[in-house]
Antibody, heavy 115, light 110 residues
Framework: VQLVESGGGLVQPGGSLTLSCAAS????????MNWVRRAPGKGLEWISY????????YYADSVKGRFTISRDNGKNLLFLQMNGLRGEDAAVYYC?????????WGQGTPVTVSS | QSVLRQPPSVSGAPGQRVTISCAGS?????????VHWYQQLPGTAPKLLIY???KRPSGVSDRFFGSKSGTSASLAITGLQAEDEADYYC??????????FGGGTKLTVL
C-alpha cells in the first residue's frame, strides 16, 4: 500500500497550488479519501473528504470556498486544488483513507505560504 | 479550539502507566460515534493505534488500550518505553459525519 503526495512548495499569499496523491497497492475506487494537514506547532486538522464516486464532498469551515477536492479513479489519483492561500494554510498536507482499520496515509507534502 | 479536547502534554517514567483523555460532547463522541487514536512520531505520518474505541490493529503493541464512556474516551499506555514519546490524537466524527481530531497530546518519557 502506498500513498504518495506531491505538488507542495512555496507560494505567495493569495496564490494557488494543486496537490496530488497517487495511490497504489489497494483498490482505490473502494475507498473514500481525505486530506488532513498539520501546521507547524499545531495538531492534525481534517480539511476535506470525497466519496468513492465523487458525488459527496465535505470541507472544513477553514477552507470552504477556497479548496476543492477531486479524484480520478481511472488513474488512482486524489487532488486538492487550493486557491486564495493564506499564512495559516502553511502545513504538511497528508492524503489518507481514514477507514480504520484500513487506514492508509501518505508521507505528506509541505506547503509554505510566504511573500 | 479543537472540537475534541485533549491535555496538551503528559509525562511518565519508563515502565509507568499513563492515560490521555479525549473529551467530546453529545454532538460527536456522545452521539455514539467511534473514537480512533493515532500516534505521530516526529517527521512521520500518523499511525493508527486504536480504532472503534478499543480495538488494536494488527502489529500494534498490547501495551496500548482504548476506552470510551459517554462523551469521552481515553488512551492508556502501560509499561512506558522511550519509543512511545510522540504526539497522540483522538479522532471521531461530528453530527455532519465530518472527521474531527483532538488537539493532540505530547507524551514525554522522563
Amino acid at each position: 500500500v502506498q500513498l504518495v503526495e506531491s505538488g507542495g512548495g512555496l507560494v505567495q499569499p493569495g496564490g494557488s497550488l494543486t496537490l496530488s496523491c497517487a495511490a497504489s497497492g489497494f483498490t482505490f475506487t473502494n475507498f473514500p479519501m481525505n486530506w488532513v494537514r498539520r501546521a507547524p506547532g499545531k495538531g492534525l486538522e481534517w480539511i476535506s473528504y470525497i466519496s468513492t464516486s465523487s458525488r459527496t464532498v465535505y470541507y472544513a469551515d477553514s477552507v470552504k470556498g477556497r479548496f476543492t477536492i477531486s479524484r480520478d479513479n481511472g488513474k488512482n489519483l486524489l487532488f486538492l486544488q487550493m486557491n486564495g492561500l493564506r499564512g495559516e494554510d502553511a502545513a504538511v498536507y497528508y492524503c489518507a483513507t481514514l477507514a480504520a482499520p484500513e487506514d492508509f496515509w501518505g508521507q505528506g507534502t509541505p506547503v509554505t505560504v510566504s511573500s | 479550539q479543537s472540537v475534541l479536547r485533549q491535555p496538551p502534554s503528559v509525562s511518565g517514567a519508563p515502565g509507568q502507566r499513563v492515560t490521555i483523555s479525549c473529551a467530546g460532547s453529545s454532538s460527536n463522541i456522545g452521539a455514539n460515534y467511534d473514537v480512533h487514536w493515532y500516534q505521530q512520531l516526529p517527521g512521520t505520518a500518523p499511525k493508527l493505534l486504536i480504532y472503534d474505541n478499543t480495538k488494536r490493529p494488527s502489529g500494534v503493541s498490547d501495551r496500548f488500550f482504548g476506552s470510551k464512556s459517554g462523551t469521552s474516551a481515553s488512551l492508556a499506555i502501560t509499561g512506558l518505553q522511550a519509543e512511545d514519546e510522540a504526539d497522540y490524537y483522538c479522532q471521531s466524527y461530528d453530527s455532519s459525519l465530518r472527521v474531527v481530531f483532538g488537539g493532540g497530546t505530547k507524551l514525554t518519557v522522563l
